[in-house]
């Protein structure tokens, strides 16, 4: 690809009012998803604390690394983030007490949140957005921008 920029972590075309906001929403939902749990202690019995545990460190890095190269329009990326949002939303079909977990017995606001950057609120509405990604991906910023014109 022509003019295709290199690998950047925070891409400054991410923040320009013609970037599709879509990308750029997926791509902080993917990292907030990567590190919001480390300031929430779940109350919940330690086998199913152990495992969200384990399930938040292996998602860890892959979600950030994802998110950034969804801003960077990688293909890559974008079936990386497609995969572990499938197998995020598989994990709590599988362990529906985690999601009690992580909604705890908060405020509604804090609940909500918590499903959205840990639970699989977040999954599903990356998910939702998947065809504009995959629409996008592997092209060009200034590409983008002169096909919306």
Known sequence: ????????ILPDWRMYKDFPWQIWAVGWL??????????????????????????????MVPFIIFG????NLRKWAVWGIILFCIADLV??????KATGCIMGNSFWLLTVTLMLFNGPLGSVLILISTPYLLKHSGKNY???LNSAK
């Open 1 to 8: 690809m022509k003019n295709r920029p290199s690998f950047v």
């Open 30 to 59: 993917a990292i907030f998803k990567a590190v919001i749990w480390l300031s929430t202690s779940p109350n919940c019995p330690d086998p199913v604390l152990n495992i969200l545990t384990i399930k938040f460190l292996v998602c």
């Open 68 to 71: 950034i190269g969804v801003w």
């Open 91 to 96: 994990f709590f079909i599988i362990f529906q």
């Open 142 to 144: 200034l590409d983008i």
